[in-house]
């Protein structure tokens, strides 16, 4: 059981910091299906500046900085150019997954992986264990519940994505609320990417966020744009993946295991069923549930 | 917008797009103009060479009609790399199990439209999705992409897997079921894609059904109140976009490969999104961004041989770059996104 947790606790962390940097965004106004791409891009300068400099810490300053400034590109675009924002964020997730592999090959001569990264350049886990990463994740969930619910900022979010024109009245640019949050929501993707590559993981390998960006953006429509439903959309996906990993090989009938690409399909097939009831019952709650103006087509 | 206004942009960002492009090249430590000039040979050197850039465009032009449909009917197929997978699943499957058994003149055209049936099928689910529980395409049609990765993978080791042959390829489909090339690489799909190119724009652009596919892609309220089923438009053309996707599969599975070999893909649903969504519903610009990208596709071969140190990889980098640069072009009047 103890085993469970702690796989759940590692493989949910990616997830609750990019689902909560997508409801950020979204909650301000701006679909985001770049979550994927950020991370990426977090994961990959995370890996080479920890190789480069040893330095686990600065690598992972730097991870969150590059997702940050591949966040402020997808806020370019949609914010200030007004490009469609799904359009953007296709773009932006083409950009990192093609640039990855192309300075993989020139920095580590390899289009496939960097070099494995030793332990002094991870980021160590306390007591041999918990990474910092996983502990910070609920604390940064509360962080931004907190934010949300009760301070200035997080009411600028809310009415820069519902009624932009009434912050704008007010003297607050709903586009810099907008920015900021975009950016904010590269900087969480950014710690998710980081995470993979110099904590989890010991290193880059080509696309290594594998659909996770999408699964987050999943748990944070099932937690209905709130921080605390992010977090728990995120938990019930990370569930999922860990008994993926720990029930591998655990025979079914006779011998026989699960084929093993039923079992990493699984969490993607989760995720829509988690989805589809989901939905169900938002369009049955009196009123309908709460779906941001930006998504609600 | 006037349009000499709109052509100066044009220009201006095509100019944009190329310098970006040179400063990537050159910050990989290669000289741009060497790669052109290798892209431009590669893919337009010779006869040859230009018949494999053909091949490469025909499942991109499947595609991009594919996800083209859709998004006149106000939907993102991004699902249509899974769509083709599956469409590339069910031909060798049908080829496998009943080519040995059924007369060829059965099994071909059976074989086609039992792929086009799956690929509706695939793509059937995210329009259920949509319709009954009101997810998002997007969503489900990336999370549906990874599936059918994950299925394709199963049943080219397990099911379908050739006991004669150690890489991860089914058993190849009857020699009787082969679509030889029709010239030199080019596949006979090259010009059936073409033809289906402009039949999906008549139809868009001519008839009742397309004026409805377009009017609930306009607004979807508005075309209810006039009388239009929307929502039974949106499952139609997601429907018939599958299908044409699969299509890719059955090119590749028949007209190329015989067999299916996993990871067949190096993305055509994904450039053919991108294809679809430069062209924006003209005819003449889909033609064009198909050969483009799949001049790139071809082009970015001899990359790995004729340069220092850039890659095939190069190929994605430069796609990517150009939807960035058109993704600046897609701006709307009024909310920020949506």
């Known amino acids: 059981m103890t085993e469970f947790l702690f796989t759940v606790a590692s493989v949910s962390t990616p997830l609750v910091y990019a689902a909560l940097g997508g409801m950020l965004s979204e909650r301000a106004g701006v679909v985001n299906i770049a979550l994927e791409g950020l991370m990426l891009a977090g994961a990959f300068t995370a890996a080479t500046v920890a190789w480069a400099t040893k330095d686990p810490w600065l690598a992972f300053v730097a991870g969150v900085l590059a997702s940050s400034v591949f966040g402020a590109l997808h806020a370019l675009l949609t914010i200030t150019f007004r490009a469609h924002a799904i359009i953007s964020g296709l773009a932006v997730n083409a950009v990192v997954a093609g640039l990855t592999p192309v300075l993989c090959k020139t920095l580590f001569d390899s289009s496939t992986s960097s070099p494995m990264l030793e332990n002094a350049q991870r980021i160590t886990a306390l007591g041999g264990r918990v990474s910092p990463l996983v502990i910070c994740a609920p604390i940064v969930a509360l962080l931004l519940y907190v934010m949300h619910r009760w301070s200035r900022f997080g009411q600028y979010i809310r009415f820069a994505g519902e009624v932009p024109d009434a912050l704008d009245a007010q003297g607050i640019s709903s586009q810099k609320v907008r920015w900021l949050a975009v950016c904010l929501s590269g900087a969480l993707c950014g710690v998710a990417g980081a995470y993979l590559s110099i904590d989890h993981g010991a290193g880059f390998t080509r696309n290594m966020t594998a659909g996770r960006g999408y699964v987050a953006l999943a748990a944070v429509i099932v937690g209905r744009w709130t921080p605390q439903g992010a977090l728990a959309g995120a938990l019930i996906f990370g569930s999922i993946e860990a008994c993926q990993i720990l029930f591998q090989d655990i025979p079914l009938w006779g011998d026989r295991t699960l084929p093993v690409q039923w079992m990493q399909s699984l969490p993607f097939i989760a995720t829509l069923l988690v989805l589809a009831v989901v939905n169900r019952r938002a369009a049955k709650s009196p009123g309908g549930l709460f779906v941001p103006k930006a998504l609600s087509s | 917008m006037t349009s000499v206004k709109k052509y100066q942009e044009s220009f201006f960002l095509t100019i944009g797009t190329l310098a970006v492009l040179s400063a990537i090249v050159l910050g990989i430590g290669d000289s741009p103009i060497s790669v052109a000039s290798v892209l431009l040979n590669s893919a337009f050197g010779s006869l040859e060479n230009f018949s494999y850039t053909l091949f490469y465009s025909t499942p991109i032009l499947l595609t991009a009609c594919s996800v083209r449909l859709a998004l006149a009917a106000g939907l993102f197929n991004i699902g249509a790399e899974g769509q083709m997978l599956i469409g590339a699943l069910a031909s060798v499957a049908f080829g496998l199990w009943f080519g040995p058994t059924l007369p060829v003149f059965v099994v071909i055209p059976s074989a086609i439209v039992f792929a086009m049936a799956a690929a509706a099928f695939w793509a059937g689910i995210a329009g259920w999705l949509r319709v009954r529980h009101g997810i998002h395409e997007v969503i489900s049609t990336i999370l549906l992409n990874f599936v059918a990765l994950a299925l394709v993978n199963w049943s080219v080791l397990e099911i379908f897997k050739n006991p004669e042959n150690q890489s991860l390829e089914t058993t190849w489909i009857a020699e009787g079921l082969r679509f030889g090339p029709l010239w030199k690489h080019a596949t006979v799909f090259a010009p059936l894609a073409i033809g289906l190119a402009v039949l999906v724009h008549a139809v868009l652009t001519t008839t009742w059904f397309g004026l409805r596919v377009r009017s609930t892609g306009h607004n979807p309220r508005a075309s209810e109140l006039a009388g239009i089923a929307a929502t039974k438009i949106r499952l139609k053309s997601l429907l018939i976009a599958g299908a044409i996707a ?45 050969l483009l990208f799949g001049a790139l596709q071809k082009g970015a071969l001899d990359l790995d041989l004729e340069t220092e140190r850039v890659t095939r990889d190069l190929a994605a980098v430069i796609q990517a770059v150009i939807l960035l640069v058109l993704a600046l072009q897609t701006r709307k009047k009024g909310g920020a996104s949506s």
Request: hydrophobic share 50%.
């Open chain 2, 246 to 290: 699969g299509l890719a599969g059955v090119n590749e599975v028949f007209g190329h490969a015989y067999r299916l070999i996993d990871g067949f893909s190096p993305g055509y649903g994904f450039i053919g999104l991108s294809v679809a969504l430069i062209a924006r519903g003209s005819l003449p610009m889909l033609i064009a961004a198909t």
